[in-house]
């Protein structure tokens, strides 16, 4: 069962219906790997049709043969990550 009602993520998916869409997950740790499933469930959830691309295969003719280009959320919020030494 989700937290939140799907409903509540209509507005985010609308503007990519009857586009082409090429979705670029990126390397990560499991939490990245999580959106990128995330993402995928959404877009199949809205009815968002997309094509899963890795960057290494994504040159940038095959990118504007795209109408949207969707790059995989993720990274750090916060630590010491970035403190300096």
Same mark, same amino acid.
């Given at each position: 069962? @989700? *937290?939140?009602?799907?409903? =509540?993520?209509? =507005?985010?998916?609308? @503007?990519?219906?009857?586009?082409? *869409?090429?979705?670029? @997950?990126?390397? !990560? ?5 999580? #959106? ?5 469930? &959404? +877009?199949?959830? +809205? !009815? /968002? #049709? %997309?094509?899963? /691309? ?5 040159? =940038? ?9 969707? *790059?995989?959320?993720?990274?750090? &919020?916060?630590?010491? %990550?970035?403190?300096? @030494?």
């Amino acid at each position: 069962m @989700p *937290i939140l009602d799907l409903s =509540r993520f209509a =507005r985010l998916f609308a @503007p990519f219906k009857n586009k082409r *869409i090429v979705f670029v @997950p990126l390397d !990560g740790n499991v939490g990245d790997y999580l #959106s990128h499933v995330a993402t995928e469930l &959404m +877009f199949d959830h +809205f !009815g /968002v #049709s %997309y094509e899963t /691309v890795l960057p290494q295969a994504l040159s =940038r003719k095959r990118a504007e043969s795209f109408d949207e280009l969707v *790059i995989s959320g993720g990274g750090n &919020m916060g630590g010491n %990550y970035y403190a300096a @030494p």
